[in-house]
Structure formats: structure tokens, C-alpha cells
Antibody, heavy 121, light 106 residues
């Protein structure tokens, strides 16, 4: 079964950091580009970051550029998002999602269940 | 940045109804549009890709159409399991979601 499982979320104070992880199974992880997407309470989803299958190409949304870092370990079938300098507006459920389609213009065909990040003092 | 605008924001319908949701892009995105269904506490679930492609396992009562800047999602004969929130998403340049359309029971 194709599956993505996120972990690492939690309650953190403003300015704090977390490392989110996404464990992939049931498919050849190293062949797929991946995205991180977040969804604030009561809001629509927001794309956060993209990483190519090899990790050579990375993109970030302007709202997180300079604070978040995406990485992957294809040997361990895992995706990571280091989130630093957290702000209240970063409070959201964070999803990892597999991309399917040509180049970096793919759609997200498989999603994890999400991990919740709450930024509050 | 490409903005995606959905209408309506909320739609009240009954089982068996045919419903249509509209999505407009702020610039042409060709056919690089997907539709997702989301239920409370769950991740979005892909329904339609490339504007009109039906994702495997998705019932045929769901269909998508459009190109350029105007797109629609149609649900024929609405079923109880279809009451949910629907999002359009462009993937022409990065990825942007619409604000969502909640389909509720009339």
C-alpha cells in the first residue's frame, strides 16, 4: 500500500524550531518529487516547499523562505522539513504529498495524514 | 503569483442533485488544474487532474472541464459521502489552492 506518514509536530513557542518528518512506503520514493503543504485552522491548503527526486532542486513559498529547510534521504525513504523561527501564523497541519506528472508541474496524488504544529506562548 | 478563486464558497444541495463548482485562475494555466475533496480531520483527496482526468478509484459521477482560466467540477447525482469541502489547485507555476467550496446538506 502506498503510504506517507508524518511525524514531529507539536507545541512550540514563537521563535522555536521543529523537525518534521515524512516516512514513505509502498512505492519507489527516490523516483518521486515531493511537496510539503500546510493548512491553518479553518483555511485552505497552502503549498510550502518542493524537492526534486534527487534533492538537487528545491523551492519554497515566500512565506517560509529563509526559515524552513526541506531535505530528503532516499536511502531511508524519508522526507524532512526543518522549521525555524516559528511564528503564530505557522500554526497548521503540515502534510507531505507525492507529486505525479511532468517535471516540477505535477499534481499531488498521495498525501499523508498530517502532523500538527502549534506555535503559542 | 497565480491566484485561484472558487465560487460559491458554500453550496447547499440534496442527495441526487447535480452540483457545479467554478474555479477561476488569475492567468492562464492551460489545463494544469486539479480538484481535491477534503473531509474534516482528513487530508485532501485527489479527484481530478489535468482539468478533466479522473483519478483512479474516483466515482464517475465526478467530472471536470475547462482550460485557460475557467474550470468547473461537476458532481452528478450527489451522494451522502460527497458532502465535503472541495478545492481547486493550479500546478502550472508552483502550486496554489482555491479557498474552497463547502457542499452541505440542504
Amino acid at each position: 500500500e502506498v503510504q506517507l506518514v508524518e511525524s514531529g509536530g507539536g507545541l512550540v513557542q514563537p521563535g522555536g524550531s521543529l523537525r518534521l518528518s515524512c516516512a514513505a512506503s509502498g512505492f519507489t520514493f527516490s523516483s518521486y518529487e515531493m511537496n510539503w503543504v500546510r493548512q491553518a485552522p479553518g483555511k485552505g491548503p497552502e503549498w510550502v516547499s518542493y524537492i526534486s527526486s534527487t534533492g538537487a532542486t528545491i523551492y519554497y513559498a515566500d512565506s517560509v523562505k529563509g526559515r524552513f529547510t526541506v531535505s530528503r534521504d532516499n536511502a531511508k525513504n524519508s522526507l524532512h522539513l526543518q522549521v525555524n523561527s516559528l511564528r503564530a501564523e505557522d500554526t497548521a497541519v503540515y502534510y507531505c504529498a507525492r507529486l505525479y506528472g511532468p517535471g516540477s508541474s505535477g499534481y499531488m496524488d498521495v498525501w499523508g495524514q498530517g502532523t500538527t504544529v502549534t506555535v503559542s506562548s | 503569483d497565480i491566484q485561484m478563486t472558487q465560487s460559491p464558497s458554500t453550496l447547499s444541495a440534496s442527495v441526487g442533485d447535480r452540483v457545479t463548482i467554478t474555479c477561476r485562475a488569475s492567468q492562464s494555466i492551460s489545463s494544469w488544474l486539479a480538484w481535491y475533496q477534503q473531509k474534516p480531520g482528513k487530508a485532501p483527496n485527489l479527484l481530478i487532474y489535468k482539468a478533466s482526468g479522473l483519478q483512479s478509484g474516483v466515482p464517475s459521477r465526478f467530472s471536470g472541464s475547462g482550460s485557460g482560466t475557467e474550470f468547473t467540477l461537476t458532481i452528478n447525482s450527489l451522494q451522502p459521502d460527497d458532502f465535503a469541502t472541495y478545492y481547486c489547485q493550479q500546478y502550472n507555476i508552483y502550486w496554489t489552492f482555491g479557498q474552497g467550496t463547502k457542499v452541505e446538506i440542504k
